[in-house]
């Protein structure tokens, strides 16, 4: 009946209100469909059922594939020396004596190798995540860059080794629908792994009747326990693995679940443009900023009980320029499907379940 297209620099965009007799599925329909070069799906609408058709346009963007493989490897090179420390392969206090070893290759081949059952899980599940989000927009032909990992100088700056990973999405969207489905899958995707890699590593982790004034989960960093917070999803696991115990001592593939459950809950934030930003704006565009800004504050008064959350809403701020807003979409007044709103939804219980208040403790 009427359409409306739309070329953008990396795809075209058809927006068409289909008459009411096309509206059912055809041969003809599916036929030409099928035929698209293609993407397409369908939105009812209050003027009638559209159907959105997308495609690629110009040649595809040479990615610069040696960039993002040396990132990775740098961060499997800093992850495992974290795991090594934290396997207590590698003493924190001779990190220099550990780097120079060239005099005992075979034992320092062998102290590095105990890093792996830590880095290996957590950079899977850091990968996990960013696929989530890279094959969500590749499937709607959005331009995104393959995954970069930020690897990070040992200690003191972090105990892992990498400040996570991300994408970059250099296109607009075209609806809330796609930026919805791209935010959230990445969160999802790195819960699915994260679950049972703590899982798996709780059962090789060593229940402690008592530690101390620390209790619950603990990791040796250096000879110095860190308790882990618990959010919901770790304390009941945690207690289904050991049952009565006061505290447990972590295995490296524990604290690498637990840090890949760390990550997630941090991305679902609502606000700004983390994961639970994209989350937000999609579900709720004109309640976006007066949420985020609560979100800001809260973080900021948790900071009394753990100063990293001041650091990490610094960090927001700075990424986002000061802006706690959202840009905007193309069709910003189009609305969500059922199916999308449940994925809303259902991204909150996941933010709520992996929220841990107190992160660390020393």
Known sequence: MAWRTTVLPDREVVDALVHPSYTHSSPELTQALADWP??????????????ILTRHLGRPRRE????????????????TFAGAVLAGAIPLENILDALSGATRVPSLAAEW???????????????????GHYITARRYELDVSPPYFIPVPLFPWTPVG??????????????????????AMGPLAGFLVAVPVLWLGLLGSHPLPGHGPLAGMLVSIGGMDWALGDSLVTLVLRH??????????????AFAGWFGLFVTMLNLLPMAQL???????AALP???????????????ALGWLWSGWLL??????????????HPPVLDSYRPLPRSRTLLALGSLLLFVITFAPVPFRI
């Open 240 to 253: 289904l693995v050991h049952p009565g115990a006061q505290a447990v001592l972590m295995s490296p593939l």
């Open 113 to 131: 190798a105990r890093g792996l059952p830590f880095s290996v899980p957590l950079l899977v599940i850091l990968l996990c995540h960013e696929m």
């Open 162 to 183: 990498t400040l996570g990973a991300f994408i970059r999405l250099r296109t607009l969207m075209s609806d809330r629908r796609q930026l919805l489905d791209v935010g």
């Open 64 to 79: 610069r594939w040696v960039l993002h493989g040396l990132l990775f490897l740098a961060t499997l090179l800093t992850t």
């Open 312 to 325: 990490w809403g610094t960090l927001v701020l700075l990424l986002s320029r000061g802006r706690l807003g």
């Open 275 to 281: 994961d639970g930003g994209h989350i937000l704006y």
């Open 286 to 300: 004109r309640w976006h900023r007066r949420i985020a800004v609560a979100i800001l504050i809260l973080i900021l």
């Open 38 to 51: 293609g993407v397409h799906y369908w939105s009812r609408e209050l003027d009638g059922t559209h159907l």
